[in-house]
T-cell receptor
Framework: EIVMTQSPATLSVSPGERATLSCRAS??????LAWYQQKPGQAPRLLIY???TRATGIPARFSGSGSGTEFTLAISSLQSEDFAVYYC???????????FGPGTKVDIK | EVQLLESGGGLVQPEGSLRLSCAAS????????MSWVRQAPGKGLEWVAS????????DYADSVKGRFTISRDNSKNTLFLQMNSLRAEDTAVYYC??????????????WGQGALITVSS
């Protein structure tokens, strides 16, 4: 079973600054990694898939990188609407399917 | 526009049953795998069950296997989750989500707004 970990648990960032979130898989998942954003009281939204491809309608300030076991989500200049929880998820191996990381909360510094 | 709308949530007693529905629109429902993902209060996301497009193959998390049943009615563009023998630890918001593929890949590109299930006496 693949275990996904994320760091840090909480990231405090000022608006306009860059944020870098990390995700690690316990074994190689190639590039089969997605990032989701979840705001309070809302459903998750797909941001990135294939480790680096932005989903439809996602602004260019979001970028993903990595392969194998180490992945990064970068937000180049944080906007007020970007303060949220971010989850990484692998979709390479099963069982179980679609393992999520515990999330990183990005809050206002 | 893709839309997913869950219904059927509510309060249920331990060992009780409940059925969730997810009405889909804006895409060819039968062509996509669908999943249920849940989120306990204040916790992270947990995959629950999936059903493929086409053949309708199913898969379940160990935590719900034998108690929950996922199904779909392609003629009505509706996804279901029948939940039996409910436990307190099943308390969560349950999201219906569309897979990007026909197979159960778990790349979830559209999500419903969620339905809250509370299991309590």
């Amino acid at each position: 079973e693949i275990v996904m970990t994320q760091s840090p648990a909480t990231l405090s960032v000022s608006p306009g600054e860059r944020a870098t979130l990390s995700c690690r898989a316990s074994q190689s998942i190639s590039s089969n990694l997605a990032w989701y954003q979840q705001k309070p009281g809302q459903a998750p939204r797909l941001l990135i898939y294939g480790a680096s491809t932005r989903a439809t309608g996602i602004p260019a300030r979001f970028s993903g990188s990595g392969s194998g076991t180490e992945f990064t989500l970068a937000i180049s200049s944080l906007q007020s609407e970007d303060f949220a929880v971010y989850y990484c998820q692998q979709y390479n191996n099963w069982p179980p399917r679609g393992t999520f990381g515990p999330g990183t909360k990005v809050d206002i510094k | 526009e893709v839309q997913l709308l869950e219904s059927g949530g509510g309060l249920v007693q331990p060992e009780g049953s409940l059925r969730l529905s997810c009405a889909a629109s804006g895409f060819t429902f039968s062509s996509y795998a669908m999943s249920w993902v849940r989120q306990a209060p204040g916790k992270g996301l947990e995959w629950v069950a999936s059903i493929s497009g086409g053949s309708g193959s199913t898969d379940y998390a160990d935590s719900v296997k034998g108690r929950f049943t996922i199904s779909r009615d392609n003629s009505k563009n509706t996804l279901f989750l029948q939940m039996n023998s409910l436990r307190a630890e099943d308390t969560a918001v349950y999201y219906c989500a569309r897979d990007h593929f026909t197979a159960m890949v778990l790349l979830l590109d559209y999500w419903g707004q969620g339905a809250l299930i509370t299991v309590s006496s």
